[in-house]
């Protein structure tokens, strides 16, 4: 992703936040209605209906715009691009991919197609979205190595997870577990890369032994030997792992607060019926 502090929490909190209003609208559905639950590829907003698409739309092309723009000329005199500026390419399309996705969803939402047609090719723009984040981070013309490189591998697993999860939703809509980690691996994606942003470029974070190096094109955390890396790569494991325990532990914690505040709907109507019947039952005898 962006180089940097700013680039890195910038778009964690972007994917926090839409993460974490996925997590909750999933919840509350389910709750409500559990037998009628549908996976939806966005939530409308209480008094702005299309917020979430145009918020992503927002973020997506101020992105672009840094990266291809600010400070830099994407092409050099003889009309080539610089090897300096395929990093920020490959982070455009990344960003270019979801601002796809968005502004297919508000213009979805004016009716045409109609469900459940267009949440089909909704999540079918999001996963190709995730998958092609993943296939950067893989692929990246920027080698990631040492301590960088394990912080953004294992953000490639969660990136799988959350494209995985988008492509069950397109078989499995009704399946609010699936809703629920897909909505997990957007908030964990959106928290790694704000560690990521804080950690890697914050000199009194780096692990013992490792140091941030300034250089003319980008910045990077280099470690003095093969003990210091191996005790680096062992800290970022350990930290991958904590968070996964805690933001697990927070989500189940969240999914049952929340249906204390939202109860069952159907099961409620269910008594009702069943307490009728019964009653339905008892003036028959009485007559």
Known sequence: ???????????????????????????????LNPTSFRILPWFPAPRFRRLEPILIMAVTAAFISMELFHGRKLLSPDGTIPSSNLPHLEHSIIALSFFVYAA??????????????????????????????????????TDHMGIEGQYHWLLQTVAAVSAATTVVAIGFPGSFVNSFIRAFSVVFQGVWLVVIGAVLWTPRWIPAGCALKRGPGRD???????????????????????????????????????????????????RSLQLDQEHSADDHIKN
């Open 1 to 31: 992703m962006a180089g940097g502090t700013p680039g890195h929490v910038a778009l964690g909190f972007a994917f926090l936040l839409i993460g974490i209003w996925h997590l909750f609208n999933s919840i509350k559905i389910h709750s």
């Open 104 to 141: 297919f969803a508000a213009v979805f939402d004016g009716g045409a197609p109609p469900p459940p047609a267009s949440h089909g090719l909704l999540h079918f723009l999001q996963a190709a979205a995730f998958a092609q984040q993943l296939l950067i981070l893989h692929l990246h013309s």
């Open 220 to 270: 990077a955390v280099v470690c003095g030997g093969d003990g210091a890396l191996d005790r680096a790569k062992a800290l970022v494991n350990i930290q991958f792992g904590l968070y996964l325990v805690v933001l697990s532990a927070a989500s189940i914690l969240f999914y049952l607060a929340i249906l204390k505040l939202y109860p069952n709907r159907e099961k409620i109507e269910y």
